[in-house]
């Protein structure tokens, strides 16, 4: 029997459909492969220590810990992994630690970024931090993209994103990364929330690999706010990469996903709390 390269099961997303897990909204990916594992996100951290039990994902075996930016919803529960795990590599952004805002409408501001005790937490054990502006290996065959430049003129961060409380400086998220896989199929991408554009991440690591054969997209595409022009924009850009498996999650919106599973019928997969992908 052919064993799989990698397995990759969700540990946190806003849905779930199975008995005994927990949803929140935020993300979580655990990564399994020979080499060892990773966890990509960790959610805001309610959803984490149940589903990890539930699942039995052993947190305190990662190797590697990666950050796909600074925002609560994907940091919240690395306190509680690193209380059980002294060993494993974190790779973030080094502007995943910066303050940041959310104004999702004319009376409310909320603080977005990273809980404070966790920054904390990350000082303490700056040893094992790498930063990651550029394209990092994680570990043989798994790399993630660090800062992802912005050349579609149709994709935006997103939202209201601010780097101050009183609204008036947009945040551009740089922090915002992605994660890939090399596999006999062809390139895995894991998304945290896709701030720099869907279309911009895979182009980016289009570029970084010289490769073009994609086999699958899972995770936040951030589409929740998008134009239908970006959103046709979007399924045609996706439809020169014909990729096989196509799992939207966390903030990409339903409405969005509904869009994305009726243009994209063929690749659509459901992508919620405990689902499970072999490569």
């Known amino acids: 029997v052919h064993q799989p390269e990698f397995m990759i099961t969700v540990l946190a997303e806003n849905t779930v459909l199975q008995r005994g897990l927990v949803g929140e909204h935020g993300i979580s990916f655990w990564i399994n492969s020979a080499q060892g594992a990773i966890l990509f996100d960790t959610g805001q951290g309610l959803a984490l220590p149940c589903n990890a039990q539930a699942l039995q994902i052993p947190l305190e075996k990662a190797k590697a810990i990666v950050l796909s930016h600074g925002h609560y919803d994907h940091t919240g529960g690395l306190g509680y992994v690193l209380e059980r795990n002294a060993e494993a590599r974190i790779f973030l952004h080094p502007d995943a630690l910066k303050t940041c805002y959310h104004k999702p409408n004319d009376t409310i501001t909320r603080e977005v970024g990273m809980p404070k005790e966790i920054k904390e937490k990350l000082q303490s054990i700056a040893a094992r931090i790498t930063w990651t502006k550029l394209p990092t290996a994680i570990m043989d065959g798994v790399y993630t993209t660090g800062t992802i430049p912005r050349k579609t003129i149709y994709e935006d961060v997103g939202g209201a994103f601010f780097l101050d409380a009183e609204a008036q400086q947009p945040d551009s998220i740089p922090d915002d990364q992605a994660l890939w896989i090399e596999t006999s199929r ?23 690999t010289g490769q073009k054969n994609f086999y699958a997209i899972l995770g936040g595409m951030h589409l929740l706010n998008a134009s239908l022009e970006r959103l046709a924009a979007t ?22 996903i509904a869009f994305l599973q009726k243009h994209c019928p063929q690749s659509f997969q459901i992508c919620t709390t405990g689902s499970k992908f072999a490569f």
């Open 186 to 208: 062809g390139l895995v991408v894991l998304l945290g929330c896709a701030h720099s554009g869907v279309v911009n991440t895979l182009r980016y690591i289009e570029e970084a």
């Open 235 to 256: 399924v045609e850009a996706f439809s020169k990469y014909q990729f096989q498996i196509l799992g939207p999650a966390h903030c990409t919106g339903f409405g969005p």
